[in-house]
């Protein structure tokens, strides 16, 4: 009979891991609960509308905070799973949100990118808090793509927002999960895919 690890296993896993990646504290300190919890069977992450806004080829990069850009530091991070709980490794994760006034950068790249998750599944990204604007809450747009699957495209929402029940879009089962340290916030979501 295969072991399938535990979700303990995959964060004790991960958080060792993390510091010979260079990916330091968002990952060795990811005390963070899971989103959603991992079980058999797990339904895969809700999808949601793309938006206006996305550019295709963003740069392959993690770091998307600049010198000098205003906004609340956040390190997103967390699991792309297959509904097994299965780690997804080089699997496409797609960013890009507004700035801390509610802009998008429709001329260039500015909060926008992509990376690949490592061997265990994991994913991060270094940017800030993306200021909400008109009717939506403050969100993240993500596109996740596995080989030969569709690409998964959502959006994540941040807690306790005021605008989260105004807004139409919103949906709870989309919650991140957020730490805050200082002036760093600590997210994390984890993507289930429609896979086995």
């Not at 001329?107 to 200021?131: C, K, M, N, S």
């Not at 596995?146 to 927002?161: H, I, S």
């Not at 805050?180 to 895919?193: E, M």
Request: glycine share 8%.
């Amino acid at each position: 009979m295969l072991l399938r690890p535990t979700r303990r296993d995959l964060l004790r896993a991960g958080a060792a891991a993390s510091v010979g990646l260079g990916l330091g504290p968002a990952f060795a300190q990811a005390e963070l609960p899971p989103t959603p919890e991992c079980i058999s069977s797990q339904a895969e992450t809700a999808r949601q509308t793309e938006g206006p806004f996305f550019k295709r080829r963003s740069p392959e990069r993690s770091q998307l905070r600049e010198p000098g850009m205003a906004g609340r530091l956040v390190d997103l991070s967390g699991f792309v799973l297959t509904r097994t709980c299965r780690p997804l490794p080089r699997t496409i994760v797609d960013l890009w949100h507004a700035d801390e006034k509610g802009v998008y950068d429709n001329a260039g790249f500015r909060l926008r990118g992509h990376q690949f998750t490592d061997t265990e599944g994991r994913y991060l990204f270094r940017t800030i808090v993306p200021g909400d604007y008109s009717f939506r809450t403050a969100h993240f747009h993500m596109k996740v793509a596995a080989r030969e699957r569709p690409v998964l495209t959502t959006q994540l929402y941040f807690p306790d927002q005021p605008k989260n029940l105004r807004d139409p879009l919103f949906r709870p089962e989309l919650l991140m999960r957020i730490a805050r340290t200082g002036d760093l916030v600590r997210a994390r979501f984890d993507f289930v895919l429609d896979m086995s």
